[in-house]
């Protein structure tokens, strides 16, 4: 029988290996700045923005698809994420505007891990000032709290704008586990003035300009007859503005305002609706079963 290596033969194997995986790192880098010598010679990247999160998103399947042995697939996202910052932070000037008006600043902890330990980051107190950050291009993306059902001020109506230049919704965070949340359903969403990516598993966001009130009881199952799942749903109403609610509807799948399923349903309705228009969309996030330890392939069985 052979004799197991030794640690000192071990640890000059690992040596080598981490030489490996940085000249990889190094060689990915060159071909991220052709990447970008490209986008200048097309035109550069869409509003400026050097930002492709349904990429991004499709990148982090495809590597916890196929990720096996003791690993933490958790881990893999996290050093990913770090890889694709600085290829973002490679293509031009990327920087984000935080919301950091809650005690334990989920939101900016999620920007920290999403977005890279160097990315350029300013906190604000308030919505408004992170939105209007986004809005003036001083900031590429925004991280604003995932909306609730019981907001008293929500910040969604300001996305509803049919600019095609406006803030919109185009990723959730975390995209692969809780990470370092100190409450396990706490969450952001990232704005910016990009169109979302159809990534093919997605929830799209809309907002429904209604001349009265729309109930849960009846979005719902109108939703359903024109064959969209409905997966979050809010109202807020203006109490300055006379025959106008609005109503914030997140459905399963990539879903615009003249999506032929959102008209069937809004029709079925029988309600009169001012105007509709789709403020985002988002790559769903990793499941927890994604994510579980698999030592025989990239899925568990």
Not at 108 to 122: E, I, K, Q
């Amino acid at each position: 029988m052979s004799s197991p290596p030794s640690l000192d033969k071990l640890r000059r194997e690992i040596d080598a290996l981490d030489q490996q995986i940085h000249d990889l790192l190094m060689r990915r880098a060159g071909v991220s700045d052709q990447v970008r010598w490209v986008k200048s010679n097309d035109g550069g990247a869409a509003n400026g923005i050097n930002l492709r999160p349904g990429r991004e998103a499709k990148i982090l399947r495809r590597l916890v698809s196929r990720h096996n042995g003791g690993f933490p697939k958790p881990s893999i996202i996290r050093i990913w994420r770090e890889i694709l910052a600085g290829s973002t932070q490679m293509q031009g000037p990327f920087s984000m505007a935080v919301l950091a008006s809650d005690p334990q600043r989920a939101c900016v902890n999620l920007a920290r891990d999403h977005f890279g330990s160097y990315t350029p980051m300013t906190t604000h107190q308030s919505v408004r000032r992170v939105i209007e950050r986004v809005m003036c291009g001083d900031a590429k993306v925004g991280i604003l709290p995932i909306p609730r059902h019981d907001d008293t001020d929500p910040w969604w109506p300001h996305l509803m704008s049919g600019d095609t230049a406006a803030p919109r919704i185009i990723a959730r965070l975390p995209f692969g586990g809780p990470e370092n949340l100190i409450e396990p359903d706490q969450g952001a969403l990232v704005i910016s003035c990009l169109k979302p990516d159809d990534t093919g598993e997605d929830r799209s966001q809309l907002c429904i300009d209604a001349a009265e009130p729309i109930s849960l009881a009846r979005i719902g199952p109108a939703l359903k007859k024109g064959k969209l799942e409905l997966t979050f749903f809010a109202r807020w109403e203006n109490p300055q503005v006379r025959e106008s609610c609005l109503h914030f509807v997140e459905v399963a799948g990539y879903v615009t305002a003249s999506d032929q399923h959102l008209v069937k349903a809004l029709r079925n309705l029988e309600q009169p609706v001012n105007r509709t228009i789709m403020v985002g969309a988002y790559a769903v996030p990793l499941s927890k079963q994604a994510l579980k330890i698999s030592r025989k392939g990239g899925r568990d069985d």
